[in-house]
Nanobody, 120 residues
């Protein structure tokens, strides 16, 4: 069974940085990051293909967030810089076979999420 485990969330001040990590149990999957704020729908943040060649970002995070992966360690990272209060949400990593649109219903396996709070 495919397992994904997120870590690295926490409380950070506006303008600060966090790095989220996603540990996954099987190779050859596209990994995506999604987030869900209270009262809002889950939205795509970024994704990276199994070989790392195809990367997508939501417009709201372009230039601030960077996704990367280390297949030898079965890890995907989301480096988040210049964080804003609007980035506050539960962040989830998810997995799918092949290249997918950055929308939740394109991904089949999900982690439990990690809370990111941006506040002074």
């Amino acid at each position: 069974q495919f397992q994904l485990v997120e870590s690295g969330g926490g409380l950070v001040q506006p303008g600060g940085s966090l790095r989220l990590s996603c540990a996954f149990s099987l190779d050859y999957y596209t990994i995506g990051w999604f987030r869900q704020a209270p009262g809002k729908e889950r939205e795509g943040v970024s994704s990276i293909s199994s070989d790392g060649r195809s990367i997508k970002y939501a417009d709201s995070v372009k230039g601030r967030f960077t996704i990367s992966r280390e297949n030898a360690k079965n890890m995907v990272y989301l480096q988040m810089n210049s964080l804003e209060p609007e980035d506050t949400a539960v962040y989830y990593c998810a997995a799918a076979v092949g290249l997918r649109k950055l929308v939740p219903n394109e991904f089949d396996y999900w982690g439990q999420g990690t809370q990111v709070t941006v506040s002074s």
